[in-house]
């Protein structure tokens, strides 16, 4: 079955920096987008950054734009979000999801994910 594994969750301070990977597996089809969401306690799930490929297109939050950047490895089953000037509202479960295809506007819509990863915790505090 198709399996996504995150990792690079952890502590960090306000204003750092973490890495984040998504490693798919079992995945064969080449078109597909990457999806990063994040859920804190008492809070809705919601979309952070999406990568779609082999077109390229990128969408990210307003939240984060300008402060996260999601790219893949040369491996293109990897996902990676590189996350900088962190905040404390930045704290929650980060999961990764990936779906073969998607229409715009629900590219922040968990619902219409298939498969999820388990998720990693960030937590940034002083």
């Known amino acids: 079955q198709v399996h996504l594994a995150e990792s690079g969750g952890g502590p960090v301070q306000i204003g750092g920096s973490l890495r984040l990977s998504c490693v798919v597996t079992?995945?064969?089809?080449?078109?597909?987008?990457l999806t990063w969401f994040r859920q804190a306690p008492g809070k809705e799930r919601e979309g952070v950054a999406a990568?779609?490929?082999?077109?390229?297109?990128?969408k990210y939050a307003d939240s984060v734009r300008g402060r996260f950047i999601i790219t893949l490895d040369r491996d293109d089953n990897t996902g990676i979000l590189i996350m900088s000037h962190l905040r404390p509202n930045d704290t929650a479960v980060y999961y990764c999801?990936?779906?073969?295809?998607?229409?715009?506007?629900?590219?922040?819509?968990?619902?219409?994910?298939?498969?999820w990863g388990q998720g990693t915790q960030v937590t940034v505090s002083s």
């Open positions: 999801a990936a779906v073969p295809s998607i229409r715009v506007p629900d590219i922040f819509t968990a619902s219409k994910y298939p498969y």
């Open positions: 079992e995945y064969s089809e080449s078109n597909r987008c």
């Open positions: 990568f779609c490929t082999p077109s390229g297109w990128i």
